[in-house]
């Protein structure tokens, strides 16, 4: 489904450690920031990693930017970066079946 892309999503260094820690091989869906302590974190890449972990067969995101498609979707980030007072709501579910 659609979430926000590693292009929009810059986090603190201390986050990479944290997932590091927690997960390893994470390390890979984190790329360099703006700046030495920043970096863009790949989260579509690594939910997918970790629904194939856990032995989901069929995922995939749909490629849509959360942070970027302001006309379609609601973002937390975005309004934050604006300065924007109060942000829509979206939620995401992931389903099992058998």
Do not use: H, M
Request: with cysteine.
């Amino acid at each position: 489904g659609p979430c926000i892309s590693q292009a929009s999503y810059e986090v603190g260094a201390d986050y990479e450690a944290r997932f590091a820690t927690e997960a390893p091989g994470s390390e890979r869906f984190f790329i360099a920031g703006s700046s030495d302590d920043k970096r863009q974190f790949d989260l579509p890449g690594f939910v997918l990693w970790r629904l194939e972990q856990a032995g989901v067969t069929q995922a995939a995101w749909t490629g849509d930017d959360t942070r970027t498609d302001e006309a379609r979707f609601y973002s937390n980030r975005r309004a934050y970066l604006n300065g924007e007072p109060d942000f829509g709501r979206l939620i995401g579910a992931i389903a099992l079946s058998e």
